[in-house]
């Protein structure tokens, strides 16, 4: 209720324009991504934890990464923003944990990736299981931040319509629960919702799957944190509220390190795969503006 009209473009997108998949998974557009920089001359240095950004006289002057220094003119990060600030000194941080405390965040989520030995029937590639009250899970999220009582959820099965995502005769699919970022996250609790949202899943669709899973992945908040260094496990940034929108955002140029620039879901534009890449066009044409 309180995400502004504007967004309801993002509604037509969805069901006018169409969401699309890309063949062979998401992680396709990760290898596209990884084939074009290559091509354009870029190193790719995986497995190295960027321990600080280096910053002398208000200037950026490199990194350390596991222990080593690698020294640049320009540093431009696709992390966490809340995490990337952490590895400046505190009085080069533009934004307090006051600030940080004090955002609206769009919801976490508890996935879990389960691949079924068998085809399943009565599916879509998308769907959406909003049989229980809409309102009340919302106030579970941003209101009155707890684990769900009746969870909404929405399940994936790329396989129903690419063929490459599952063996022949079986079905692959992830089922996500929205949640509020911060909440405790155990083994029990997320066993205790996969019963709860597979139950329903068998009575909706009418047919039994549980004897019929050959494989069953969990992620959830201490995962995002983790994998990510995600501000309290959250998985799609800030809400989209009025005074989070646009250049109320997090900047993408640092006000306090000349050099220092961000991109991804925590800056301009905002959460999600699109808008993420258009934020990393936005700041090369920025850089490309201030730096070349």
Known sequence: ????SFYSFMNFADFG???WHPKGGMYEIIKAM???ALSLGVIINT???VEKIIVENKKVKGIKVNGKTMFSDLVLSGADYHHTETLVDKQYRQYSENYWSKRTFAPSSLLFYVGFDKKLEHIEHHNL??????ENHAKEIYDDPKWPEN???YV????VTDQS????GCETGFFLIPIAPGLEDTTDLRQQYFDIIINRFEKLTSQKVQDHILFKESFCINDFISEYNSYKGNAYGMANTLKQTAFLRPNLKSKKVEGLYFTGQLTVPGPGVPPSLISGKLVAELIQKNEV
């Open 129 to 134: 299981f909003f049989d229980t009250d809409f």
């Open 17 to 19: 324009l169409g969401t």
């Open 47 to 49: 497995e190295c934890n």
């Open 34 to 36: 990884k084939t074009l």
């Open 151 to 153: 969870p909404l959820f």
């Open 1 to 4: 209720s309180q995400t502004p």
């Open 156 to 159: 994936n099965f790329p396989s």
């Open 165 to 168: 995502m599952a063996p022949q």
